[in-house]
């Protein structure tokens, strides 16, 4: 990332120790990222190609950012989009890093805003969209910077973020708000905050952490009254 900002100084491109960590990262990345299912969708490393009919994939070239398939917050999110997403709806996808469900909502018909307060996930989600032969609008900002509203908001963010930005997101959707990145008992504020701003819950999904079958992680799946 360093050496990108030299580059776009016009520098020459320079080595320094964390860019041989992000490369070992990325060789750790290569040997052990292997296709999860998560149906209707399958996540490959783009060097893997998929030969069989019955998902779609999703091909990720990258993931120094967040979203890999393999956190159940994002899986919750994968099987909630296909319900959820219509053809020619306008998503955001809030929080994209891989652009892994900007994706999946995009292979579902839909046009796809995403953002992120990272560059890199920036970066990222746009190498990857590029790799799975969709458009996405993608850019850098946060949560106060979304000025439209759409039909569905994708978010799978964290309770702090949440607690800050509720009032902000709940006003950004029509017809569906996707929450996920839930742990635990921070169910129950969830439940609480959609009681006050007049939001009904009309599905939850849980998943347990890996190796921890009582650790929960929870997704929602929102509406206006
Ligand atoms: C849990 S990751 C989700 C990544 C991916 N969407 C997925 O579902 O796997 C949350 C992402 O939100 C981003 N983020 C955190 N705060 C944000 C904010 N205020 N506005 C936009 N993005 C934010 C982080 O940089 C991170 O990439």
């Known amino acids: 990332m360093i050496n990108n900002i030299f580059e776009d ?48 994939p999703i091909r990720l070239k990258i993931a120094m950012a967040f979203g890999t398939g393999l956190h159940p917050s994002t899986q919750i999110m994968l099987s909630l989009i296909p319900k959820y997403v219509s053809q020619g709806d306008k998503v955001i996808d809030v929080g994209c890093g891989t652009g892994i469900l900007s994706i999946a909502a995009a292979k579902f018909g ?23 032969g969709v458009s996405i609008n993608c850019w850098q900002g946060s949560i106060e910077d979304i000025s439209k509203t759409y039909d569905v908001v994708l978010s799978n963010l964290q309770m702090e973020i949440f ?28 439940i609480k905050m959609c009681q006050n701003n007049d939001l009904d819950i009309i599905e939850v999904q849980s998943k ?16 206006h009254k």
């Open 9 to 56: 100084l016009g520098a020459g491109k320079i080595v320094l120790e964390e860019d041989i960590k992000e490369e070992n990262w990325e060789e750790i990345w290569k040997e052990n990222f292997k296709p999860i299912e998560i149906p209707p969708f399958i996540i490959l490393p783009e060097w893997e190609i998929y030969e069989g009919k019955d998902l779609i």
């Open 110 to 132: 839909a046009e796809v805003d995403a953002i992120d307060i990272e560059r890199e996930a920036v970066e990222e989600c746009k190498i990857n969209a590029w790799e799975n």
């Open 163 to 190: 607690d800050k930005y509720f009032k902000d997101l709940k006003d950004k959707f029509k017809k569906y708000w996707l929450i996920s990145g839930i742990f635990k008992d921070e169910k129950e504020k969830i």
């Open 208 to 223: 347990p952490e890996i190796g921890k079958p009582d650790d929960l992680w929870h997704g929602f799946v929102i509406k």
